[in-house]
């Protein structure tokens, strides 16, 4: 059995990487909002993003104890070495695209970090509870906006509707669950990802029906994230976020 | 103002004004003030506002190569302030009867200005220490100035203002000082900014007195409490010791110590390249427009989603 040490890092690693890489999208937004006003909201979604991959960096920076930083791990990775969700990763799109990504992943995370915050890890059930809180805002901004765009004019239903459709495909990564999760789970540690599932398809279903929009049909759902199989997406990500690190390994900034 | 008032009432509203003023009362949306004053405060508070907004893009180019989570936080959050400040400045506009909506149409058609510096290229990641360090530094000075003008919306956005941009100071200060104590690499890159960014950042406080437009009813109305030439002399005093400790140097030949009148006297600023630049032909006038007409006209879509919707949910209530 592995330890549980490692098991632990491992999970915090990829918590890190689902904040850390969706912030970055976040942060793509800025100057980009369709107002002023939104394009703070969408600043401020990425900042408390950042703050959680930073935690989570820190906390498997401790459990694996080689002196490496959250820096390292933001920083200086290749893309097969990332384990985020693919969903996480997938481009900004238009404002439909984005905010579809966010009622998806928001409403996972809300649910997740319900049941992390009674982990029998310290830590982890710490870093749950203060997640919670900005979770809870971020999922009433996506839904907000599913509604109003569902149920504002007909472009915006497209536009919305969309843009659902083509992310549902990533959804189902969300509740993989493999090796790590069970073990964790089993230990009282970790979630039980796939009874997740359910909570997340019932929100998300009365968010649709309220914006008068369609569940689309779940013919295929893509995964590979959690082995660092990613799409083509993050490696140019990761190609202009790595930069100054990458050119200039010697220097502190 | 309508036009059958009397002049005799006119005037006598005009020197109860001005007499208001040299009190140094604040005038507040309601009260009364001339036509002048009022355009002359849209066209500076919307020009501030524009500035906020519009230097959000060539920070924003640096925050997806930001080189550490810490450094991207923190401009993230920079930048996120400086649009709040955008927010509260259009406000205060917006009591003194002009919308949002035009002045951003005033931004877009190249009415209203918005600072000259934003004009400039952010070139590498020093540029961003540079932006915080000497476009806010001198930003702060001309705002400390301006919390005592004399409308009560601008001075009180000022004041709140004012806080968070000496923070920003700090902030890019401290990465021009942490890449001064780096590599070659970065000791080149931090000079390199240094360079390019001090003479504009001195063209910030506008042309000398002597050839200022807009100076002398703003002095008049106390819109305006110290001069162009004051305020560019206060900002290099305070820079020029802040470069001397980090190692910095200061790309002007000529600026030295005047002991006589306690102050640096510097070399001769670009006014050709100001002006240029003013009229349009800097390397990113163009570009920071185009930029804010596509993410606006990209938006149009969304803003017209949630007033629509906003309008059905009043129809379904009534």
């Not at chain 1, 906390?59 to 985020?84: F, H, I, S, V």
């Not at chain 1, 059930?125 to 900005?134: F, S, W």
């Not at chain 2, 005037?11 to 004004?17: E, I, Q, V, W, Y």
């Not at chain 2, 951003?104 to 510096?117: M, R, W």
Request: with cysteine.
């Amino acid at each position: 059995m592995a330890d549980i040490n490692e098991l632990k890092y491992t999970y915090s690693l990829r918590l890190a990487d689902n904040a850390w890489i969706l912030s970055h999208r976040l942060s793509e937004w800025c100057s980009n909002g369709p107002f002023l006003e939104e394009d703070l909201a969408l600043t401020n979604i990425a900042l408390d993003l950042i703050g959680r991959a930073q935690a989570f960096y820190n906390y498997a920076a401790e459990l694996e104890g080689k002196g490496r930083t959250a820096d390292d791990w933001a920083y200086r990775r290749n893309e097969r070495q990332y384990y985020n969700n693919l969903l996480a990763e997938m481009p900004n799109g238009n404002f439909a695209d984005t905010i579809a990504r966010q009622l998806f992943m928001s409403v996972y995370e809300y649910y997740f970090f319900m049941s992390l915050q009674n982990s029998k890890d310290e830590t982890f059930a710490a870093l749950a509870a203060k997640t919670l809180k900005e979770v809870k805002y971020h999922i009433v901004h996506a839904a907000d906006w599913v509604v109003r765009l569902g149920d504002g004019t007909a472009e915006s239903h497209n536009k919305i509707q969309q843009a659902i459709n083509g992310l549902w495909m990533y959804t189902g990564e969300l509740f993989d669950t493999d090796e790590t999760d069970i073990m964790l789970s089993e230990q009282g540690i970790g979630v039980d990802n796939q009874s997740l599932q359910t909570l997340w398809e019932t929100h998300i279903s009365e968010v649709l029906e309220e914006a008068t929009l369609k569940i689309p049909e779940a013919e295929y759902m893509q995964t590979g994230g959690r082995q660092g199989i990613h799409t083509e997406h993050l490696g140019r990500m990761l190609g202009e976020m790595q930069y100054l690190q990458r050119a200039y390994p010697d220097a502190k900034w | 103002m309508s036009n059958n008032t009397a002049p005799a009432i006119e005037d006598a509203r005009l020197s109860k004004f001005e007499e208001r003023v040299q009190k140094g009362d604040a005038i507040e949306p309601r009260d009364w003030m001339p036509e002048a004053y009022r355009k002359h405060l849209i066209r500076q508070i919307s020009q501030h506002a524009h500035s906020e907004v519009i230097g959000m893009q060539p920070e924003g180019n640096w925050i997806t190569r930001a080189p550490s989570i810490r450094a991207k936080q923190i401009l993230l959050a920079k930048i996120q302030d400086e649009g709040g400040h955008g927010l509260y400045l259009y406000s205060a506009a917006e009591t003194l009867g002009i919308s949002r909506e035009d002045m951003i149409e005033q931004l877009q058609t190249g009415k209203a200005k918005y600072s000259n510096i934003f004009n400039y290229p952010t070139l590498t990641w020093a540029d961003i220490g540079a932006i915080g360090w000497l476009v806010d530094g001198a930003a702060i000075v001309n705002q400390v100035s301006l919390q005592r003008t004399s409308y009560g919306p601008y001075s009180r956005a000022m004041v709140r203002i004012c806080k968070e941009e000496s923070f920003h100071q700090r902030q890019g200060y401290e990465i021009m000082a942490t890449m001064m104590k780096g590599t070659a690499e970065q000791r080149e890159m931090a000079q390199d900014a240094m360079n390019r960014w001090w003479w504009p950042s001195l063209m910030m406080f506008g042309p000398h007195d002597s050839d200022s437009p807009h100076s002398s009813d703003a002095f008049r109305w106390k819109i305006k409490r110290h001069s162009n030439d004051e305020l560019r002399t206060k900002f290099i005093d305070k820079t020029v010791q802040q470069a001397e400790v980090i190692g910095l140097t200061i790309p002007d030949p000529e600026l030295k110590w005047n002991e006589a009148t306690g102050h640096y006297d510097h070399g001769e600023i670009n006014w050709d390249e100001f002006y240029r630049v003013i009229k349009g032909n800097g390397q990113c006038n163009k570009q920071r427009i185009a930029h804010h007409k596509r993410a606006h006209d990209d938006g149009a879509w969304v803003r017209e989603a949630a007033e629509a919707y906003k309008v059905k949910q009043a129809v379904k209530n009534n």
